[in-house]
């Protein structure tokens, strides 16, 4: 069990341009899950899926975001023309199908959008 | 829908002295309830989990909680801090059914003083 790894783990980038993010959950998990999290708050949940489908989406989850789960392992989000409020910590988490929804979170990606 | 919160946003407590930590959540269906804690720049750790049974939950580190159903409560305790538990704490709730995300407070900050 090698956890949930993240890619990159910082991130600076102008506003306007594309970033992309990539999570690798642990490998025997279905379950993976992005959240935000911003200063002095706690995460916030943007999607997840369950093997390569995508469940649920937030209303946070802007026409600007995207993610996916390609094949059901590693997942990407990716958001475009980013914006100044975006900056935050992006979070991933994994779990498994009837395991109490229980989750283990990734080291988080931050981003910063100058 | 679900929602936590945390009474505190910061609590300062010397070494060795005991802590707590509250959370109040709201929800009209039974819930699992969740502590996390988030180190500086890394991601979050499971504390400790309730998930039915015993209403007190013992977990890493030398910290309980205790399930209130009645009070809707699911405070976090630890009979001696050390300067190592200073962090960022956060409490969760998600339904107990279903494939739904975890709401999170905002979190408590911990410092422990020497």
């Known amino acids: 069990d090698t956890g949930v790894s993240q890619d990159p783990r910082h991130k600076i980038t102008k506003r306007g341009q594309n970033v992309t993010f990539r999570c690798d959950p642990i490998s025997e998990h279905n379950r993976l899950y992005w959240y935000r999290q911003t200063l002095g708050q706690g995460p916030e949940f943007l999607t997840y899926?369950?093997?390569?489908?995508?469940?649920?989406k937030s209303r946070l989850l802007s026409d600007r975001f995207s993610a996916e789960r390609p094949k059901g392992s590693f997942s990407t989000l990716e958001i475009q023309r980013t914006e100044q409020g975006d900056s935050a910590m992006y979070l991933c988490?994994?779990?498994?199908?009837?395991?109490?929804?229980?989750?283990?979170f990734g080291p988080g990606t931050r981003l910063t959008v100058l | 829908a679900q929602s936590v919160t945390q009474l505190d946003s910061q609590v300062p407590v010397f070494e060795e002295a005991p802590v707590e930590l509250r959370c109040n959540y709201s929800?009209?269906?039974?819930?699992?309830l969740f502590w996390y804690v988030q180190y500086p720049n890394q991601g979050l750790q499971l504390l400790l989990k309730?998930?039915?049974?015993?209403?007190l939950v013992k977990g890493i580190n030398g910290f309980e909680a205790e399930f209130n159903k009645s009070q809707t409560s699911f405070h976090l305790r630890k009979p001696s801090v050390h300067i190592s538990d200073t962090a960022e704490y956060f409490c969760a709730v998600t339904r107990n059914s279903g494939n739904t995300p975890l709401v999170f407070g905002k979190g408590t900050r911990l410092s422990v003083i020497a």
């Open positions: 309730y998930l039915s049974g015993s209403t």
């Open positions: 899926f369950q093997n390569e489908a995508q469940l649920e």
């Open positions: 988490a994994s779990g498994r199908v009837g395991a109490y929804n229980e989750q283990f």
């Open positions: 929800s009209s269906v039974s819930v699992y």
